[in-house]
């Protein structure tokens, strides 16, 4: 197996890309709506080693989140974080549900594994349970994830609401794209599908996530800016010679989105800093 740290990252599978911006919760998602997620069904297009999308399947609770990522040693970690999530939380708080409901005007005291403060004074039969530490998953590994047979409705709750899948997405339909999405998250992947496929292969891209949407589905896009493609192009003989042939700019995605049946972008803020500083746009299926 090639050493992920050769691996050049042409398709912008950087290994290692969460320790560059490392955060509990993503910057990115807290600019949306709060309940854009709480039931949905959500596709997640270069999901890397999986935060995103097991924040938006756990913390806020998504009905059913898939990520897909062309690189399978990503998506391997994305299953390996989904089960190191899974070993840290907690039980449910009524915080949280208000969180994700869009009720809660304070941040969420997360569903991290945690320990009462009560449970000190409390003797092992006052019903207040004692979890574990954080530690326990590094001194002893990942929890199992459970069974869920017998128990209805369990398979849209986390850990069980979250699927990886290996696929260049943009050619090759998935089996989930058959029920639709409410919601399709492209976060730092639209350069790279450009430079790749060129100007043909981002409206490949649009013509897709347009496809897979519910009618007032919701797709969330954060461009990378043309200067940024410069430094990129240089990784590959491949890529350099494809941006001579470029003509579509970032700029254009938004007129190119409400050309196949996107209205206008709702303009959200750029969260992140120096070069994660990037925008992150919101266009809603209209036809």
């Not at 403060?117 to 006052?126: A, T, Y």
């Not at 496929?197 to 981002?202: L, Q, R, V």
């Not at 013509?207 to 461009?223: A, D, K, M, T």
């Not at 494809?242 to 938004?254: E, V």
Request: charge should be positive; glycine fraction near 8%.
């Amino acid at each position: 197996m090639p050493n992920p740290a050769t691996i050049v990252p042409v398709y912008g599978n950087y290994h290692g890309y969460y320790s560059k911006r490392p955060s509990v919760n993503d910057p990115r998602l807290a600019l949306l709506p709060r309940t854009l997620f709480y039931g949905r069904r959500v596709l997640d297009v270069g999901c890397n080693e999986g935060w995103v999308t097991c924040e938006i399947a756990q913390r806020l609770r998504a009905k059913r989140v898939i990520g897909v990522d062309v690189d399978d040693t990503l998506v391997r970690l994305a299953w390996k974080h989904r089960r190191f999530v899974w070993s840290q939380q907690g039980p449910p708080h009524e915080d949280d549900q208000a969180e994700a409901h869009g009720h809660s005007s304070r941040p969420s005291a997360s569903r991290k594994r945690r320990r009462s403060s009560q449970s000190v004074d409390n003797g092992p039969m006052s019903g207040t349970p004692d979890y574990f530490p954080a530690a326990c998953e590094h001194m002893f590994g990942p929890l199992p994830i459970p069974d869920t047979t017998g128990h209805e409705g369990a398979s849209d709750t986390f850990p069980h609401n979250v699927t990886f899948r290996t696929a260049d997405w943009v050619n090759t339909p998935i089996p989930d794209d058959a029920e639709r999405y409410h919601v399709v998250l492209a976060f730092s992947v639209s350069k790279w599908i450009h430079l790749n496929g060129g100007d043909e292969g981002i409206m490949t891209f649009f013509r897709r996530v347009h496809e897979v949407l519910e009618p007032g589905g919701i797709f969330v896009l954060e461009p990378q800016e043309w200067d940024t493609y410069a430094k990129a192009r240089r990784m590959d003989p491949r890529l350099k010679e494809n941006a001579k042939h470029l003509k579509l700019r970032p700029d254009d995605f938004g007129r190119l989105l409400q050309d196949i049946g996107f209205g206008p972008a709702t303009h959200l803020g750029s969260p992140g800093e120096g070069g994660f500083k990037r925008p992150v746009d919101l266009y809603a299926k209209i036809r």
